[in-house]
């Protein structure tokens, strides 16, 4: 069963509008979340994170906003660019343990449309 | 970028071969994470390593082994290689920061495999 969910595989929204990214997890224990994106052929990089004792992070045009109790987050591009274009995973890590293990969710291709 | 570099990028084999998939890297981060990427599925963890010679199991291991005799250097061995096992792998690595809070992993650039 998988703990962290994306349930869109695909978005698209025009250049310069808002992009909304969603994440639902289901694990009590995860005190952590960030946000990966992926290009084609390359590996994911890191984009943003949030702590569970904060509900909002930002950096740049990417905020990070985080429900606890709907467990549930979400990212927020804004304005959206072209370049923005590719695959967004959002991860999370549990309380404990020193190697700080990620689980991914499946993926939402957004394509930002000039 | 971290410096990561996983090699080879790219390789075909047979089934019930042995492949071995390489990460190094020139960060001299502690932590080391070997993943599997597949449509659908996300990333998932396959072993990681919390120093040289310490390496546990993630949630897809069976099939795969792993070994770190240096700090730098981080294998994954299939020992008899099965088209199940045709992915895109990725290597990650981490450190923890000072007063041990939540920390990043960065990605290397990933391996294809294919097992035909």
């Known amino acids: 069963d998988q703990q962290v969910k994306q349930n869109s595989p695909s978005l698209s929204v025009q250049e310069g509008r808002i992009s909304i990214l969603n994440c639902d997890y289901t694990?009590?224990?995860?005190?952590?979340f960030l946000w990966y994106k992926k290009y084609p052929a390359e590996g994911p990089t890191f984009l943003i994170s949030?702590?569970?004792?904060?509900d909002k992070n930002e950096d740049g045009r990417f905020t990070v906003f985080l429900n606890k109790s709907a467990k549930h987050l979400s990212l927020h591009i804004v304005p959206s660019q072209p370049g923005d274009s590719a695959v967004y995973f959002c991860a999370a890590s549990e309380v404990g343990g020193s190697a700080r293990q990620l689980t991914f969710g499946s993926g939402t291709q957004l394509t930002v449309l000039p | 970028d971290a410096g990561i570099t996983q090699s080879p990028r790219h390789k075909v084999t047979e089934t019930g071969t042995p492949v071995t998939l390489r990460c190094h890297q020139t960060?001299?981060?502690?932590?080391m994470y070997w993943y599997r990427q597949d449509p659908g599925h996300g990333l998932r963890l396959i072993h990681y390593?919390?120093?040289?010679?310490?390496?546990d199991k993630g949630e897809v291991s069976d099939g795969y082994s792993v070994s770190r005799s240096k700090t730098e250097d981080f294998l994954l061995t299939l020992e008899s290689a099965t088209s199940s096992q045709t992915s895109v792998y990725f290597c990650a690595i981490s450190e923890r920061k000072a007063g041990g809070s939540n920390n990043e992993q960065f990605f290397g650039p990933g391996t294809r495999l294919t097992v035909l």
């Open positions: 949030i702590s569970s004792i904060k």
């Open positions: 694990n009590s224990m995860f005190d952590y």
């Open positions: 960060e001299n981060h502690r932590y």
């Open positions: 390593s919390y120093g040289v010679k310490d390496t």
